[in-house]
């Protein structure tokens, strides 16, 4: 089984949010969080801007699928499973929090995925949901199903793919593709095999300045234009906590509490020269 990988190429991504859409009509999320630009229980992918002004570029928020995931570890039902393919995949007929404490979540040192709630209209209790790359529906679901047929009735009926049949030929992961990288208008976002994807973007005729890999895992960034740090799991941070901080460091009241130290800073300074002085002069015989 050939180990696969999601790139972005964050330059073609214009925001579109047509991923995003395609991604909750997959899996038949429900929307509890419309208009909330960030990961959530009912929205395993969320693409935000990665700079302050949301101009872009647009990065990928999501699972990183890492190859060594702590989330898997973790799990004490073994509902989360690293795939040869690549994918991190949650098994929801296993997935319990009502019986565990939620070890995933805590065990994720990328940005606290997965999200607990009731996420899809398939499952009618609380799950773990997070980006699996859609396993079960893409890849080459025919060797999957043979080994397993419970499949389709866990996850559903295959996915399209606009791979050729030589490339599906060259490779049966590519029989069918992640619902995110099918609808991608701009056709930012591509499902080929890992190494093809590593080597593409390390070799320097090619033309990319930044790329980055999630830690070694099956989601790859790349950038012709722009530096790419490596974005978090979940947004949260960068959305919220690190503006809130910015904001309080350059908003009017920090001015004002800056200037008010400096006046004070000075005033400080001015009184203790003149201690400084009065002391030396203290005593003496003119």
């Known amino acids: 089984m050939t180990r696969m990988a999601i790139?972005?190429?964050?330059d073609?991504?214009?925001?579109?949010?047509?991923?995003?859409?395609?991604c909750k009509r997959t899996w038949q999320m429900v929307n509890e969080t419309i208009g909330v630009h960030r990961t959530a229980y009912d929205q395993r992918v969320a693409i935000k801007s990665q700079k302050?002004?949301?101009?872009?570029?647009f990065v990928r928020f999501s699972c990183w699928h890492c190859p060594d995931p702590p989330c898997v570890t973790a799990c004490p039902l073994s509902a989360l499973a690293k795939q040869e393919n690549g994918a991190v995949s949650i098994d929801p007929t296993v997935c319990n929090p009502a019986v565990c404490n939620q070890e995933c979540v805590a065990g994720c040192h990328r940005g606290g995925f997965p999200k607990i709630g009731v996420g899809s209209e398939q499952y009618p209790t609380a799950k773990a949901w997070k980006c699996t790359m859609c396993w079960g529906r893409a890849g080459d679901v025919a060797t999957y199903v043979a080994a397993d047929p419970t499949l389709t009735a866990k996850y559903g009926q295959p996915l399209p793919t606009r791979a050729t049949t030589a490339q599906i030929t060259a490779c049966a992961e590519r029989a069918h593709e992640p619902s995110?990288?099918?609808?991608?208008p701009a056709k930012a976002m591509r499902y080929e095999p890992e190494a093809t994807v590593w080597?593409?973007?390390?070799?320097?005729?090619?033309?990319?300045?930044s790329f980055a890999g999630g830690g070694g895992g099956s989601v790859i960034w790349a950038s012709k234009k722009y530096f790419i740090a490596q974005p978090k799991a979940d947004p949260l941070m960068e959305d919220h906590l690190s503006p809130m901080v910015s904001e309080l460091l350059a908003g009017p009241f920090a001015k004002a509490a800056a200037a008010a130290t400096l006046?004070?800073?000075g005033l400080l300074a001015i009184g203790a020269?003149?201690?400084?002085?009065?002391?030396?002069?203290?005593g003496s015989v003119d």
Do not use: H, W
């Open 273 to 282: 020269a003149k201690a400084k002085n009065a002391s030396k002069t203290e």
């Open 12 to 22: 073609k991504c214009m925001r579109c949010n047509g991923c995003v859409i395609s």
């Open 52 to 57: 302050n002004v949301d101009m872009g570029p």
């Open 180 to 184: 995110c990288v099918f609808t991608c």
């Open 7 to 10: 790139l972005q190429e964050v």
């Open 199 to 209: 080597a593409e973007v390390q070799a320097p005729a090619n033309g990319y300045v």
């Open 263 to 265: 006046v004070a800073g």
